[in-house]
């Protein structure tokens, strides 16, 4: 019998060395089977707390399990980027710059960060958000495009281009529950890391081509951006007072769309 | 030497199902199979067992699932012509065939002017629907026998089955402060005007609440009573019995008027079970001179 060589993560698809517990490079545990719903989505890996991963000469451990610490050590060089609030601490030598983002004002105006912050190595640095919830990590390979939830992300590796791409159509963008864009990070040549916080519990599931599901709009984390959204009201008729209507986002695959089981926005700006 | 065998049924101790003992969970209301006396606190009160992580209950020919530990979500596969009924703000996703409409509701100006959802919307199989609540916390599945009623308070109801018939009633539980003689008296509604009561009709049900942070249950004696934080109750046996007692600390002076000087307690009496939420929300009370108050409504002055 041939023995195993490599032991692949089922949520990243990385690959590990046979004697693995944790995937090197998201921290989900190998050892534990999947916690599958029947109705097919996956729990985001429970991260064991004090896992760690790494990522160029950089490593991030886990730390904390109702609300996470992303404790990042970084290499020479190597820098991470995030939204500012979410910065917990730091050491004293970790360099810290403004990234250059287009559409300053359009990002002002609708609600975005207006300034996305670089910290650069060597040192470490620590984020958290200020809500019970799960990190969640997403190893990207060469490649790959992620729309995220604005504001939901708490960092990305320096290798990962970021940017944003307006929500389409009036209806998503006022009943879409996250305003008119959405964060897009996209890789290369060049894998990356991103990422990100959900409030309460993650699940993520695997659409096929033209299968739809509907989602309350504020459960929206992260898709491929394969996934297209469109908020769709249904109307709830009582005689009395004529009606009222529940906004639902219906994602259409092909592609992975992640939800949060707590989405209520916390607003910590 | 012979091996021990595992009893031919195991019964519940927290809903009283009886099921295979071979199972992880309970089929009815999700709680682990043997549940140990260690769950109890010395003072009597009961931690409710958390659901396993995609825990399975049934009910009729559907299924509820328990995802998730933080903020869990309750995934109902709903067979055909099954129906469950819920707040609709508590929807997460559903498949694109689960049909959902508004359930006609009475007294529909009562519950507006109460802050009750003035909208109970239902969903009809076949198909997936899940529901969360936007807090950390347990979720509670309490499995009604036929003719079984329960109390809960408002806003802490998540999804019903369709032979869970729902109504509510007014709590009688309330008190006036007034500031000055020339102002009116402000009434306040401690754990709200209303209550929601659940009753299973000919055939048994499942009521899914959701509880802030941890529930802990007790049942109470005929005549016991304790006093709980208002905001803290969560659902009690119809035969419960609830009055208001203010607490007057010693060593203060009344006059100072602020909210140090008065404790504001709900005070629940037996025969029944009782359950509280270890998160819950602080009462509004301004401090000043109380103006009314319901006719059972106790004082301690220490």
Not at chain 1, 46 to 66: N, P, V, W
Not at chain 2, 14 to 31: I, K, M, R, V, Y
Not at chain 2, 220 to 249: C, S
């Amino acid at each position: 019998m041939e023995p195993i060589q490599r032991i692949q993560c089922e949520w990243c698809q990385s690959q590990n060395p046979p004697n693995a517990v944790t995937c090197q490079a998201c921290g989900a545990r190998l050892d534990v089977k999947n916690l599958v719903s029947d109705s097919g989505w996956r729990e985001a890996p429970r991260l064991k707390d004090m896992t760690e991963i790494s990522f160029g000469a950089s490593t991030c451990q886990m730390e904390g399990e109702i609300v996470p610490v992303a404790e990042v050590n970084l290499g020479q060089g190597d820098s991470v980027f995030f939204e500012h609030h979410v910065l917990l601490w730091k050491d004293d030598s970790v360099r810290m710059d403004v990234m250059s983002l287009q559409g300053g004002m359009k990002r002002a105006l609708a609600g975005m960060p207006f300034i996305v912050t670089i910290a650069t190595g060597p040192g470490r640095v620590a984020f958290s958000r200020d809500a019970t919830g799960e990190l969640v990590l997403l190893p990207l390979h060469p490649g790959m495009e992620m729309d995220v939830r604005e504001h939901a992300f708490l960092l990305a590796s320096h290798h990962i281009n970021y940017s944003y791409t307006r929500i389409q159509g009036l209806r998503n963008i006022l009943f879409g529950g996250q305003g008119m864009f959405m964060d897009r990070f996209v890789t290369t040549t060049t894998p990356g890391l991103l990422l990100l916080h959900g409030y309460g519990n993650v699940f993520e599931r695997k659409l096929k081509p033209g299968e739809s599901i509907m989602v309350e709009p504020g459960a929206f984390l992260y898709k491929d951006s394969t996934v297209t959204m469109n908020v769709e009201t249904q109307k709830l008729k009582t005689g009395l007072f004529g009606g009222a209507g529940i906004n639902l986002a219906r994602m259409t695959g092909p592609g992975r769309l992640g939800i949060q089981s707590m989405y209520l926005h916390h607003h910590t700006e | 030497m012979s091996v021990p065998t595992a009893p031919a049924r195991y019964r519940c101790p927290w809903c009283g199902a009886e099921t295979d003992p071979h199972n992880t969970s309970c089929p009815a209301c999700g709680s682990p199979v043997d549940v140990r006396a260690t769950v109890a606190t010395d003072s009597g009160w009961y931690e409710l067992p958390p659901i396993k992580d995609m825990a399975k209950l049934q009910f009729g020919q559907s299924f509820c699932q328990i995802e998730g530990m933080y903020v869990p979500v309750a995934d109902v596969e709903l067979a055909a012509g099954d129906r469950v009924y819920f707040t609709h703000h508590l929807l997460l996703w559903k498949d694109t065939r689960v049909v959902v409409e508004a359930m006609p509701l009475k007294g529909g100006w009562q519950r507006l002017f109460a802050g009750l959802p003035l909208i109970m919307t239902q969903a009809f199989g076949p198909g997936h629907i899940a529901f969360s609540r936007d807090e950390p916390g347990e979720m509670i599945a309490i499995p009604l026998h036929p003719g079984q009623t329960i109390d809960v308070r408002e806003h802490v109801f998540m999804v019903a089955t369709g032979s869970v018939q729902y109504d509510w009633f007014n709590t009688d539980i309330w008190f006036q402060t007034q500031q000055n003689s020339d102002d009116g008296p402000e009434t306040h509604y401690p754990i709200g005007m209303y209550m929601d009561r659940f009753q299973a009709g000919q055939q048994p049900g499942l009521l899914i609440l959701h509880g802030a942070g941890n529930v802990f249950v007790r049942t109470l004696q005929p005549g016991q009573t304790i006093l709980i934080k208002p905001t803290a109750l969560l659902y009690k046996d119809t035969a419960v019995n609830m009055n208001l007692h203010f607490e007057y600390p010693g060593n203060t002076w009344q006059s100072w008027r602020t909210w140090g000087n008065r404790y504001l307690w709900l005070r629940v009496t037996g025969p029944g079970r009782v359950a509280v939420q270890s998160s819950f929300t602080q009462i509004e009370d301004p401090g000043y001179n109380l103006a009314g108050w319901p006719y059972d409504t106790t004082q301690q002055q220490w």
